[in-house]
């Protein structure tokens, strides 16, 4: 492995591994770094391992992610799996963690295609054992091909919870119930951007296939559902929650919470990119021109880390990166770079049309990002509950950065990653102000543990 690369990709992914390819087609020399052990990143997890009998219920769009690989695999980019970041800076070196040994590596330029996270949902109860999110289940049947023990239910918002309703059917699981944070004036407010989702009917398609799917299997279905919580003594016992002008309570062994995904910032921050707030979905993302360029010089994003919208659009903002950094480093010339890029510009603009309509059908609920009770955990890390966190507030904390001075919110081995959006929601409902307003906790490095010893033996890049 080199010192100093044309381009460094962080995450291998469909963006990072959509880069690389193209990257070393225009012949830039190219290291791709991952944490994971396979390339596929979250949506393509363990796609070289999957099992055959496993294709009905992953379907083919996660198959998709099998030719993607192999083009990955025969383009001839160094690779990293199992690769550990703590530290990136602008003077666009990469400090990681490999094999127990910490080095450096130099690039000419940097792509984070580090991709997306799911949202904390932190109602009460949600740390018994018995409750996941969904995605991390998802996750564990991808890689491991492990199920819940039934009976499961699924609560929260978002696309991602009728997929996992659909492939535990498959899988003979009993759902015990759908309960959904969402309701139908989501619907309602949605329809402006219904003719734009019309641009790419499969996708409708395939969403009303697996909500018929949930009605075949008979699975119970709450919608507008408030007041969240999990009742159990040792592990979960039964999710409990309003909806129909009453009480409810579903028993249940397996609870899977969601409340969508989120896009990864940790690096982007640690450089200081700008930022800006994006309301449908309540997240933060980077600022990006066209090519997904950062305001920070020699710094690209691709993919979910640059804003949620999905594999096939990941894929497409990662060859264009690649484009754009080939141009960028004289390896394409201006008619090149308009000609490569022409077709994925098409192709992405339509693969994102349907994105306003899914963000506005699912936002996220209020619950998940304003935890009601006082007792209710927050900062798992640092065992903090939301009532420590408005105790802060009210005795002068007014940005996250001072409440984790007070609390140590943040200050875990998570660096935030949990708890960060949940300590500033709770903050701009204490002080009444909107959460752009309130801002987000500072990254520093590390950013992921390291110790003085693997410090003391650094290779420092040249």
Known sequence: ???????????????????????????????????????????????????????PVLGKDYFHGQKLVERFRQAGADYLPEATIWDLGRDLIVSCLVDNQARQIRARHILIAVGAMERPVPIPGWTLPGVMGAAAADILFKSCDMIPEGPVVLAGSGPLQLLVACRLIDNGVKVAGMVETNGFGDNLKALPHFP?????????????????????????????????????????????????????????????????????????????????????????????????????????????????FGAKTAEAAGHLAAIDISSRLQALSAQEKASAAAPLLKERAREMSIRPFLDTVFPPGRQALVPPGNETL?????????????????????????????????????????????????????????????????????LKPITLGQLAKLEIAE
């Not at 225009?26 to 052990?37: A, H, R």
């Not at 393509?44 to 391992?49: F, L, N, Q």
Request: glycine letters at 10%; proline letters at 5%.
């Open 196 to 308: 734009g989702a019309l641009r790419v009917p499969h996708y409708l398609i395939k969403g009303l296939s697996m909500l018929w799917k949930v009605r075949q299997a008979g699975i119970p279905a709450f919608r507008n559902a408030t007041n969240l919580r999990v009742e159990g003594d040792e592990s979960a016992e039964a999710l409990c929650f309003d909806a129909r002008g009453k009480a409810q309570k579903i028993p249940a062994k397996t609870i899977l919470l969601h409340e969508g995904v989120v896009p990864n910032l940790q690096l982007t921050r640690l450089l200081g990119c700008e930022h800006q707030w994006y309301e449908p979905q309540r997240y933060w993302k980077p600022v990006l021109d066209s090519w997904g360029q950062t305001s920070v010089n020699g710094i690209s994003v691709a993919g979910d880390a640059g804003g949620v």
């Open 1 to 55: 492995m080199k010192s100093l690369y044309d381009l460094v990709i962080i995450g291998a992914g469909p963006a990072g591994l959509a880069a690389a390819v193209a990257a070393r087609d225009f012949g830039l020399s190219t290291l791709v770094l991952d944490e994971q052990q396979i390339p596929g990143g979250q949506i393509y997890r363990s796609i070289e391992k999957a099992l055959t009998e496993n294709t």
């Open 378 to 446: 927050v900062c798992r890390c640092e065992e903090l509950t939301a009532g420590q966190i408005r105790e802060a507030v009210a005795l002068g904390a007014l940005s996250p950065g001072q409440v984790k001075a007070q609390t140590r919110a943040g200050m875990g081995p998570c660096q935030g990653r949990m708890c960060g959006l949940t300590v500033a929601e709770i903050i701009a409902a204490s002080r009444q102000v909107p959460l752009a307003e309130v801002g987000h906790l500072r990254v520093r490095p590390p």
